[in-house]
């Protein structure tokens, strides 16, 4: 659900709406059991089946091994698709880099517990892991949950009218906030070697009727620090704002 809107100087204030369920609990009557011979089952004594595994070897941290582990209701395909997608090995790659946190030989990584797999299609939208970090001086564990997204698009349109510039926003039902948002029309790519200005003008076509000239775009990235690899990275921050 898309509703297209122009913002100027204020915030339009969503409408909001309840949804109220009722329900009834019936009680069915149980079957009736059938009588079964008595068996006997042999008992193997052996343990449930251990958890999926997979064991890295980090050029920072050779003697120390990583330990990745699936949780449960991870299937084995899931699992070995988040060890192979480019986001797991991004991660991996920033923690050894030269600002990273493994970089300076002061932390270790330990274990990583693969917690949640959503997939779009054939690749991963979204990946959810645990990763066990220690400070070697302290001992202690360094807080660290990590949910992974797949590289994406944004797209500011400026429309100048009488002298009064609006911005073009998108009002999208967003589910985690519970709530209609208004928001730059926006999308994922379809893997991380995508057409970023391909998939801009396209997510504008689709959820605002525009048209785009691909001449017309200006990268917006081209400004950014390039030690941050010229990529928008949220900031915890502003996470913590928008949830207030």
């Known amino acids: 659900m898309t509703h297209l809107h122009l913002l100027h100087l204020r915030l339009l204030q969503p409408s909001r709406a309840t949804i109220s369920i009722a329900g009834k609990i019936t009680t069915l009557p149980s079957p009736p059991r059938r009588s079964r011979p008595p ?140 709530r209609f948002v208004l928001e730059l029309p926006a999308g994922m790519l379809d893997d991380d070697k995508g057409d970023f200005v391909g998939t801009a003008v396209r997510e504008v076509e689709e959820e605002t009727g525009i048209q785009l000239n691909l001449e017309d775009m200006v990268d917006l990235t081209a400004f950014l620090n390039p030690s941050t690899g010229c990529r928008v990275i949220p900031s915890p921050v502003w996470e913590v704002v928008m949830k207030n």
């Open 39 to 178: 068996c006997c089952r042999m008992s193997s004594g052996s343990d449930p089946s251990p958890p999926l595994s997979h064991t890295l070897t980090l050029p920072v941290q050779p003697a120390e091994p990583v330990h990745v582990v699936a949780a449960t209701g991870v299937s084995d395909s899931q699992f070995r698709s988040a060890i192979d997608s480019s986001l797991f090995k991004q991660w991996l790659k920033n923690l050894q880099s030269e600002t990273g946190i493994l970089s300076s030989g002061a932390g270790t990584l330990k274990r990583v517990l693969i917690q949640g797999v959503d997939m779009f299609g054939s690749r991963i939208g979204f990946l959810k892991f645990k990763a066990d970090i220690f400070d070697k001086e302290t001992g202690k564990k360094v807080p660290g949950i990590v949910f992974a997204r797949g590289p994406a698009v944004a797209v500011l349109i400026l429309l100048d009218s009488d002298g009064v510039t609006y911005a073009v926003l998108t009002e999208q039902a967003r589910v985690p906030m519970g």
